[in-house]
């Protein structure tokens, strides 16, 4: 929306600076996007008087003037054809930049004569294209400047142009009254009440006007218009062209300006027939298809039908709303005009612009809502300009349809504003407020002005008090807290854990993905889901159709696409949301880490190595550790399809499943596009469970000032035998004196069956003693040995190794 400052002052009487008007309006929601001011390209320049003028000794065009100025007399070489003695002028000295040129002067020689400046032209001010001579002033005194003395005789030279812009609940904004309006209820001067003429009827309209029922409910409740015979359709006076010209808009006649004036000015779209080209009555009626239209903006739309259309014998007319036709438009040649003046409805209006892909100012203002009741009135005030600048008598109004109601009341609480707002704000002042924006009040129900169809609901009765008392006065206070003392933890044990384990991934390598919660239909079932529950109803594209069971899906789609793109060995994780059903609560926290490729770069020490099952479950020890699990669980091989079958396994507290780990079965890397090997984990962050004793603070480190002692023993036992069998028999042998215990060597294969028979493997275990009381006897240590021995014989059934 824009307007200049003296538009503007029509209709609000104010004296507040151009800056406190800026301010006020991006704080009242109508954000200021440009400001065109005139007035500081002009700053530096200031009047001078042509004392003297002579030819130039060596040029026909040019002449030597002596100019007066507010710095004593200067040489200047002028090159207009009015340069001559006694003329008021525009003095531009050295060192001022002139727009027009885009030059910045200095003392310059012009065939060898000294030239201290410039007396500039319009053109050369970019006051308009006038450039055939330099400014010629019929009063000012030397020194004066310039700009001020345009801002006394030719203000609309220096009108600052505003630009603001509109959000779309603010449609009473798209006119100049509008903005007036919001400015003075903020403070910024009086609102200037706006006469409605009685306009009187010479005669009878000769042209009807009829809705189609069809229309009346829901298009078009109210049209109206009338015949002004006896006009003189020439250009506008120069007031109107300079108001149309600094926003942007080309004059074109008196009576399309008028129409563009009242659009601007009072959000009140218009439209002008030229009445000798109608035939018959107008028609607002639905387009039967196929119709078509030749628009003032010299192209022919094909219309469809519904679309809402204007027409009289001869056809088509003009867009309902949206822009007029060609063929009934107004020219210099125009006598007698229909003054059309109308309420459309708004999605109406829209759909058939958004279709035709027109965009104009109409449009943009029918499709946000203009006053109901305001179609009548405007039409009288049009009617009146009309008669004033184009002369002619008017007939009476011809209309069909009235004025739609859309009277509603809101409550107004003034304890509930300002509980809302945060600010003192006297309950009169709210109801000034609302007063000066035309709201009517009765008693505490207070209902909106018919310009403001965004008004629905009590809410915005306290938007609107806040937007008037400006937020911008709002203190920062600190809130009051709940409870004395130190607070308690906001976090809940689950999203404790969730940070912890999402640190420890962090810490271990990973790279953290966050993927869509939602699969296509052939992931899903792959890992368990895609059953109708969890099917989405209305899916973004065929890749997003359910709700993802697993974590490991997008991971592995996150894989593959890194693949692609050149990067082999990866280490991905997620910590997120797997659903189980449909329902609200139906879902679990998974932390899941995909490995892929090899655990390091090439070097010359051989630490290159392709990922192995033992890497996954290392790490997800880890962060099971991070979550407070037990050091102690079992690890059970009944593990899903997706996962491979004999190279995978889930950690466990008998049934409760906290983790389960391993390969990927390679029908999954398969059908993802996976290169692996690709090995991975899923913890089940919900099925840790709670430590018995609740603390913020850790427990104390318990160290031990006796020496520890450390025991190796080799077991032969059968092949199948699991390392994980042998390794909790020897830790249950002592739980007192048995720190830790794990596994270092394992000999396998031909040449250990060929030392200790066929189908046999020997197993290496470290045991680790930790005295707490005394330093150990060499015999108390052979008594626990012995004793470690027993149970993983007795567990494994294999024997010790000699």
């Not at 003296?6 to 440009?34: F, M, N, Q, R």
């Not at 006394?152 to 505003?162: E, F, T």
């Not at 109004?397 to 809101?410: K, L, Q």
């Not at 991934?505 to 699969?519: M, P």
Request: proline share 7%.
């Amino acid at each position: 929306m824009k307007f200049t400052l003296s538009w503007l002052k029509d209709h609000l009487e104010t004296e507040a600076a151009l800056d406190d008007i800026l301010y006020a309006l991006t704080d009242l929601g109508l954000e200021v996007e440009e400001v065109t001011d005139r007035t500081a390209k002009l700053a530096p320049f200031t009047l001078a008087k042509v004392l003297h003028a002579e030819q130039h000794p060596d040029a026909d065009k040019l002449r030597v003037c002596r100019v007066l100025t507010d710095e004593g007399e200067k040489q200047i070489v002028c090159g207009a054809p009015n340069a001559r003695a006694g003329i008021t002028v525009v003095l531009c000295k050295p060192g001022d930049y002139v727009p027009g040129i885009d030059v910045t002067l200095g003392v310059g020689k012009i065939r060898g004569v000294e030239s201290h400046g410039m007396m500039a032209s319009e053109r050369e001010l970019e006051l308009s294209d006038e450039h055939n001579g330099i400014i010629e002033l019929p009063s000012g005194e030397v020194g004066e400047k310039f700009a001020d003395w345009l801002a006394k005789n030719r203000p609309h030279l220096v009108d600052p142009m505003i630009h603001i812009k509109i959000t779309p609940n603010r449609p009473d904004a798209l006119g100049v009254r509008g903005i007036a309006r919001d400015l003075a209820a903020r403070g910024l001067g009086k609102l200037k009440p706006l006469d409605i003429p009685a306009i009187k009827a010479a005669f009878p309209s000769p042209i009807r006007v009829e809705i189609d029922p069809a229309l009346k409910a829901k298009g078009c409740p109210l049209f109206a218009g009338r015949l002004i015979r006896g006009v003189k359709n020439g250009p506008s006076p120069e007031w109107l062209q300079a108001r149309l010209t600094a926003i942007g808009l080309r004059p074109i006649s008196a009576l399309v300006d008028i129409t563009n004036f009242f659009t601007f000015a009072l959000n009140r779209p218009l439209h002008v027939f030229d009445a000798a080209k109608v035939k018959g009555a107008l028609r607002i009626h639905p387009a039967k298809g196929g119709e078509e239209l030749l628009a003032l903006d010299g192209k022919t739309y094909t219309l469809r039908e519904g679309m809402m259309v204007i027409s009289d014998d001869n056809g088509p007319e003009s867009l309902a709303g949206i822009m007029g036709g060609e063929i009934s438009g107004c020219t210099e040649a125009t006598t007698d005009v229909f003054l059309e003046s109308a309420y459309w409805d708004p999605i109406t209006i829209a759909t058939t612009g958004r279709a035709l892909k027109i965009n104009s100012d109409a449009r943009y203002r029918f499709e946000r809502g203009v006053d109901p009741a305001f179609t009548l009135p405007g039409l009288d005030l049009a009617t009146q300009m009309i008669l004033d600048l184009c002369g002619g008598e008017a007939s009476d109004i011809a209309s069909d349809g009235a004025v739609p109601d859309v009277s509603r009341a809101y409550r107004l609480d003034p304890a509930r504003v300002i509980s809302l707002v945060g600010m003192d704000i006297p309950a009169e002042e709210q109801r000034r407020t609302l007063a000066a924006l035309g709201f009517t009040l009765a008693g505490d129900m207070a209902t909106p002005p018919t310009w403001r169809p965004d008004i629905l609901g009590e809410a915005d009765l306290v938007e609107e008090v806040a937007r008037i008392a400006s937020l911008t006065k709002l203190q920062g206070k600190p809130l009051r807290r709940t409870q004395d003392g130190v607070p308690k933890p906001i976090l809940t044990p689950l999203q404790q854990r969730e940070k912890s384990a999402r640190r420890t991934l962090a810490a271990l390598g990973y790279n953290e993905c966050v993927t869509y919660s939602f699969i296509d239909h052939e992931a899903a079932t792959m890992f368990g889901g895609g059953a109708d529950a969890l099917r989405v109803e209305n899916p973004i594209s065929s890749e997003m159709t359910h709700l993802r069971p697993d974590l490991l899906p997008g991971l592995l789609r996150a894989a593959a696409r890194n693949q692609a793109r050149g990067f082999a060995d990866l280490a991905l994780c997620e910590i997120g949301p797997a659903f189980h059903g449909g329902e609200p609560g139906e879902q679990h926290l998974q932390a899941t880490g995909l490995l892929v490729g090899h655990t390091a770069p090439r070097d010359p020490f051989g630490s290159r190595r392709p990922v192995d099952v033992f890497d996954a479950k290392a790490d997800a020890e880890a962060i099971l550790a991070a979550l407070g699990a037990p050091a102690r669980v079992q690890i059970t091989r009944k593990v899903a399809s997706w996962w491979h079958p004999g190279r995978s396994g889930n950690i466990g507290l008998g049934p409760n499943t906290l983790a389960t780990f391993g390969e990927v079965h390679p029908r999954i890397l398969s059908a993802l596009g996976v290169k692996g090997p690709a090995v991975a984990f899923t913890i089940l962050v919900a099925n840790v469970p709670l430590p018995k004793t609740k603390t913020p603070t850790r427990p104390a480190l318990a160290i031990s000032d006796l020496q520890a002692v450390e025991r190796d023993f080799a077991f032969v036992v059968d092949k199948g035998v699991e390392a994980l069998t042998a390794l909790n028999a020897a830790q249950g042998a002592d739980k007192a004196l048995i720190e830790s215990v794990r596994l270092f060597d394992q000999f396998t294969g031909e040449k250990a069956e060929a030392q200790m028979g066929a189908g046999k493997k020997s197993i290496a275990l470290t045991v680790r003693l930790q005295p707490t009381e005394k330093t150990l006897t060499e015999a108390e240590i052979e008594a626990v040995s012995a004793k470690i021995i027993e149970k993983v014989t007795k567990a494994t059934g294999g024997t010790l190794r000699g």
